[in-house]
């Protein structure tokens, strides 16, 4: 399943950190979005940010995710999905994926929140 396990906190912190360099990205963004995230799951998360941010940051976000995504969890990507949905129910196929990557996108959304709040200081 999991191909590199070191570092995945450093590796959230970096998603973090380039989640909230997105010129559009706000607090109140990541914070609506790990409510969902936390509340409904991944689908959910990536069907809210395309559904009220569809611009260049809600894509950016899932994009970016996506590419960590890839790297722990590289045989969900074998179909060459990169639409975020599709992903997402792919991973749904595999309880441990699913919530293994749940707890990437969560923690990559709070040190998001973290470096936007630096930002704004």
Same mark, same amino acid.
């Given at each position: 399943?999991? &191909?590199?396990?070191?570092?995945?906190?450093?590796?959230?912190?970096?998603?973090?950190?380039?989640?909230?360099?997105?010129? &559009?990205?706000? $607090?109140?963004? %990541? @914070? $609506?979005?790990?409510?969902?995230? &936390?509340?409904?799951?991944?689908?959910?998360?990536?069907? /809210? %940010?395309?559904?009220? /941010? @569809? @611009?260049? =940051?809600?894509?950016?976000?899932?994009?970016?995710?996506?590419?960590?995504?890839?790297?722990?969890?590289? &045989?969900?990507?074998?179909?060459?999905?990169?639409?975020?949905?599709?992903?997402?129910?792919?991973? =749904?196929?595999?309880?441990? @994926?699913?919530?293994?990557?749940? $707890?990437?996108?969560?923690?990559?959304?709070? /040190?998001?929140? /973290?470096?936007?709040?630096?930002?704004?200081?």
């Amino acid at each position: 399943m999991i &191909e590199n396990r070191q570092n995945l906190e450093v590796r959230c912190a970096e998603l973090g950190e380039k989640l909230a360099k997105i010129d &559009e990205v706000s $607090e109140k963004m %990541l @914070n $609506e979005a790990l409510a969902v995230l &936390e509340e409904q799951g991944v689908y959910a998360a990536f069907l /809210y %940010l395309k559904a009220r /941010y @569809n @611009n260049v =940051a809600g894509k950016d976000v899932a994009g970016k995710f996506l590419g960590v995504c890839q790297e722990f969890l590289g &045989e969900v990507f074998s179909l060459g999905q990169r639409d975020p949905l599709e992903v997402a129910k792919a991973l =749904a196929r595999d309880l441990d @994926n699913l919530l293994f990557a749940r $707890e990437l996108l969560r923690t990559a959304f709070v /040190y998001a929140r /973290y470096h936007v709040k630096v930002k704004e200081a």
